[in-house]
């Protein structure tokens, strides 16, 4: 594993926000579900894509805190433009496991 200063933690930008929309993305090559995060009114609402399906299914996503990281450029996924990555560790099948904080929290609020 390489080594890090403290300022390269810095320019990576991660973010709370809260899914307030989700869709089934059946065009994607592997299933995913389609995501809308608001992170509040100084980053607004971003959209993302996360192939998340064995845990979660779209109605048990909105209105769910998640974290993810803001300041990565816009990639095309699929027919989807993902502006946000929505973070995640895998289980013990290496299935995807949101990662969000124990409580809720302000929208918009940054990781430290």
């Known amino acids: ?21 989700a869709e089934p993305f059946p065009e994607a090559r592997k299933p995913a579900i ?4 608001d992170f509040g ?15 979660y299914s779209p109605d048990t996503l909105v209105g769910r805190q ?3 990281v803001v300041n990565f450029p816009p990639r095309q996924i699929g027919k989807v433009m ?10 013990s099948d290496g299935e995807v496991v ?5 409580l809720d929290v302000p ?3 940054r990781l430290y």
């Open 98 to 102: 949101l990662l969000r904080p124990d």
């Open 82 to 91: 993902s502006e946000v990555l929505v973070l995640g560790v895998p289980d």
């Open 34 to 37: 389609k995501l809308w995060v």
């Open 41 to 55: 009114a100084e980053i607004g609402e971003k959209k993302s894509s996360a192939q998340i399906t064995r845990h």
């Open 107 to 109: 929208v918009g609020g």
């Open 1 to 21: 594993m390489t080594e890090i200063g403290f300022d390269d933690f810095l320019k990576v930008d991660i973010r709370v926000g809260v899914v307030t929309r």
């Open 66 to 68: 998640v974290l993810a």
